[in-house]
C-alpha cells in the first residue's frame, strides 16, 4: 500500500499542521502523475483485474519493487501481500495516487523535523524526486538506504526502525 501514506500524511499536514510533530516521507513523490504515467496506471489497472491468477503478477513485479539482493523471504511476503489484498485494492490505490494534487507547494511551508527516506534503487521513485523534496523542506534530512529498492520499511526493517527511533527523540 505504498503512496496512499505519503498522500494522507501531507493532506494531514496540510489540514492540521498543530497536530503533526514530526514526518518521514519514505519512497514518496510529490509530483502529480503525468498523463503518460497516469496512462500507464490505467493500464496495469486493467491487467491486474483481468488476471486470473494474482500471484504471477505479484511475482512479476517484484523487480521493479524490491532490491535484486531482496531475500526469498521478503519477495515471498510481498506476493502473499498482494494476493491477499487482492486486485480492487491495488486499483483503489492507483486511482488514488492518479487523482493527487501537486504536493510541492506544501513542503516549503513543513517546518517540522522531516526524514526524507529513499532505497538507492528505487526505479518506482527515484532518488532525485526524494531530493526534490528534501531540498524543499528546510531542516529536512535525507537518507539513501543502501541495497534497497522502493520498500525500504520491508526491505530493511531494522534500518527504517533506527531512522524513525531517531525521528521520535527528536519530536520527543
Known amino acids: ?37 497516469a496512462e500507464r496506471r490505467r493500464a496495469i489497472n486493467a491487467v491486474v483485474l483481468a488476471a486470473p491468477d494474482l500471484r ?5 513485479s517484484l523487480g521493479g519493487l524490491v532490491h535484486e539482493g531482496a531475500s526469498e523471504d521478503v519477495r515471498r511476503e510481498l506476493v502473499e ?15 488514488a495516487v492518479m487523482a493527487r ?19 538507492e534503487a528505487d526505479v518506482m521513485t527515484p532518488l532525485a524526486l526524494s531530493r526534490e523534496i528534501h531540498a524543499a523542506i528546510v531542516g ?8 534497497c529498492g522502493h520498500l525500504p520499511p520491508i526491505e530493511t ?8 527511533s531517531q525521528l521520535l527523540a527528536i519530536c520527543a
Open 56 to 60: 504471477a503478477l505479484g511475482e512479476a
Open 101 to 119: 494534487t501537486d504536493q510541492r507547494p506544501i513542503l516549503p511551508k513543513i517546518r517540522i523535523p522531516t526524514k526524507v527516506v529513499v532505497g
Open 1 to 37: 500500500m505504498h503512496g496512499e501514506e505519503r498522500l494522507v500524511a501531507l493532506e494531514i499536514l496540510r489540514l492540521a499542521p498543530e497536530r503533526v510533530g514530526g514526518l518521514a516521507l519514505v519512497d514518496t513523490n510529490a509530483r502529480p502523475d503525468t498523463e503518460a504515467q
Open 81 to 95: 501481500m498482494t494476493v491477499a489484498v487482492g486486485a480492487r485494492a491495488y486499483v483503489r490505490q492507483n486511482l
Open 140 to 147: 529536512s534530512t535525507f537518507h539513501v538506504v543502501p541495497k
Open 157 to 164: 526493517p531494522q534500518v527504517m526502525a533506527d531512522l524513525l
